[in-house]
C-alpha cells in the first residue's frame, strides 16, 4: 500500500482525525503522539503499548519521516555539526553545542539562504524553500538520538550533585539530633525521556562563513 500520509507532518488532532477517518480509536493518536515527540520513537513495531495487529497496519499505511544524517562532524570544544538529508534528497544543518547551561540544538528552517552573502556558501545557494513543520520536529529527534549520551551524562550529573547535597544535610541533621545509628543513603535512580530538555534554537540557515 502507498504510503500516502507522513506522520510527521500532523499536529494532535490532525493525527486523531486522520485515525478516525480510518475507523481507529482517536486515543491511538495521542499514543502515537507520544512515541514520535515524547519518545523519538518512529519504528511502529517499537511501540509496544500498540497491538501488534494495529503495529502491522500502521507500519502499512503510514510514515514517519525522519532527516538521515549524512555527516557528523565535531570540533574540539564538543560542538558537533550535522548534515542532514530530507526526503526530497535537499541538504540542511543542525548544530549541538555542548557547552552552554542547558546545551543548545541549533536547527535550521530553510533550505539555502534568502541573504546571498558572498562569503557565505549557504548564502550563494540562494533560497531553495522553507522546511515543513515535520522536517523541523525530525531535526531535533535526530540531534537527541545522536547526542544522548552527553545531555543525559549532564543531567545525571547535576542530579549525582543534588543528592549528595542533600545527604549532607541529612547527615547534619542527624548529628544535631544526636542519633545513635547511622542510615545509609543511596542516590536515587532516574529515569530520563529519550527526547532530551536541551534548549532548542530555532535558525534561518547555518553554515555561515563556510
Known amino acids: ?62 510514515a514517519i519521516s525522519t532527516p538521515r544524517v549524512v555527516a557528523d562532524e565535531q570540533s574540539t570544544d564538543g560542538t558537533r555539526k550535522f548534515v542532514l538529508e530530507l526526503t526530497d534528497r535537499k541538504r540542511i544543518e543542525s548544530v549541538f553545542i555542548p557547552d552552554t547551561p542547558s546545551m543548545t540544538f541549533c536547527i535550521s528552517t530553510q533550505v539555502g539562504c534568502a541573504m546571498g552573502c558572498g562569503f557565505c556558501l549557504t548564502g550563494k545557494m540562494g533560497l531553495v524553500r522553507n522546511l515543513t513543520a515535520g522536517e523541523i520536529a525530525g531535526q531535533v529527534r535526530v540531534l537527541a538520538a545522536a547526542t544522548r549520551a552527553e545531555w543525559q551524562g549532564s ?56
Open 155 to 210: 543531567r545525571r550529573r547535576v542530579v549525582s550533585d543534588d543528592d549528595e547535597r542533600r545527604q549532607r544535610d541529612r547527615s547534619a541533621q542527624r548529628r544535631s539530633n544526636e542519633r545513635g545509628h547511622r542510615n545509609d543513603c543511596n542516590a536515587s535512580a532516574h529515569t530520563f525521556p529519550s527526547i532530551c530538555r536541551c534548549t532548542v534554537v530555532v535558525v534561518s540557515a547555518i553554515n555561515c562563513g563556510t
Open 1 to 62: 500500500m502507498n504510503r500516502s500520509v507522513d506522520l510527521a507532518e500532523l499536529d494532535l488532532s490532525e493525527l486523531e482525525s486522520t485515525l478516525a477517518d480510518r475507523g481507529i480509536e482517536r486515543f491511538h493518536a495521542r499514543q502515537l503522539y507520544r512515541w514520535i515527540y515524547r519518545r523519538g520513537v518512529t519504528d511502529f513495531n517499537v511501540m509496544t503499548n500498540l497491538g501488534r495487529a494495529l503495529r502491522a497496519r500502521f507500519s502499512e499505511s503510514f
